[in-house]
């Protein structure tokens, strides 16, 4: 009898693009969506946590796990021991809330699901509505990638757009050494140091036997209701403040400048801290940015302060 392959995926020249989710076929996909950059590379499961069926897989090449091999009876030959790969750091650890309901794809209600990786650029991004038990109605955008240039820095972006409603969400991201190994059932590292501060922590962890040692860490950047964006050849913001909040602030890298964006009730402040010169749009007006702080009205006109 003739073979006959089933199409799940979208047809594209580029892209692996996935329209709406097949719970059956979620561990195949995580292995289609996966990434790596020859040094490390993560497994296509969900950012967010999923009771159905997964594996999380991050894993670091060269790192290992070893055991041994018991027979009934030895005769000389036989291997003693045995190495297999271990899955790492889960770096994409993120958990959500809105309300009291965590985000769960297998317990959730969600439409408009969207998975995409860009051969071109190595960008994996997903997207979904979300719809709580209020009804709430939340897009929630994932993306990530690990770069090629720099082969231990992973990059992972979270974005939430609420489409009928004005509320906070709570965001819970961290780095996770305890998922089990998923052939043997049990986790294999043990903690050596941790820290955890403001908007940064790191963490290094040994594996069991073997004893190799991984280490990681991250840098969180918060960016609420900034509505930044590019248009044209320019990087463009706007900034405002989320009811019940007083200030925020926040750094990005820029044409090769470091900018330092800080907002609050009445004004937000820009600056280059490192780096040349850049030019944006504040409220779309051109300025240019440099070591001097410039101070924007929310709404208003820009001032230079003295």
């Known amino acids: 009898m003739p073979k006959v392959a089933t199409q799940y995926l979208d047809i594209d020249p580029w892209l692996i693009r996935k329209t709406g989710f097949h719970a059956d076929r979620a561990k195949v ?29 991050s894993y670091v090449n060269g790192v290992f796990e070893e055991e041994d091999i018991v027979h009934p009876q030895y005769f000389k030959g036989f291997a003693t021991r045995t190495h297999f790969m271990v899955n790492g750091v889960d770096w994409l650890h ?25 051969m071109r650029t190595g960008v994996l991004q997903r997207s979904f509505i979300w719809t709580t038990r209020r009804g709430k109605r939340v897009r929630v955008s994932f ?6 240039a720099d082969a231990a820095l992973g990059c992972q972006r979270v974005e939430l757009t609420p489409l009928n409603f004005s509320s906070m969400a709570r965001v819970r991201t961290g780095l996770d050494f305890s998922v089990p190994h998923y052939e043997r059932g049990r ?12 908007g940064s922590c790191a963490i290094m962890a040994a594996v069991q036997r073997s004893g190799h040692r991984v280490a990681a860490g991250f840098t969180l950047q918060v960016v609420p209701a900034s ?3 590019t248009v044209g050849p320019l990087l463009s913001f706007a900034p405002g403040m989320p ?14 400048a470091t900018l330092h964006i800080a907002v609050n009730r009445r004004a937000a402040t820009f600056s280059a801290l490192h780096g040349p010169p850049v030019t944006v749009r504040i409220y779309g007006r051109r300025r240019t940015l440099g070591a001097r702080p410039l101070r924007v009205p929310l709404h208003g006109k820009p ?4």
């Open 94 to 118: 993120a958990r959500l809330w809105l309300d009291d309901e965590q985000l769960d794809l297998a317990r959730v209600r969600f439409d408009d699901f969207v998975r995409t990786l860009d």
């Open 187 to 198: 986790n294999l590292w043990r903690t050596l140091r941790q820290h955890a501060g403001a």
């Open 243 to 256: 009811p019940g909040w007083r200030a925020f602030s926040f750094r990005l890298l820029y044409r090769g």
């Open 29 to 57: 996909s995580e292995s289609i969506f996966a990434l790596g950059n020859e040094f490390m590379g993560v497994r296509g499961y969900f950012d967010e946590g999923y009771s159905g069926q997964t594996m999380i897989g």
């Open 143 to 148: 993306s990530r990638f690990v770069s090629m």
């Open 227 to 229: 509505r930044l964006r």
């Open 303 to 306: 001032n230079t302060e003295n």
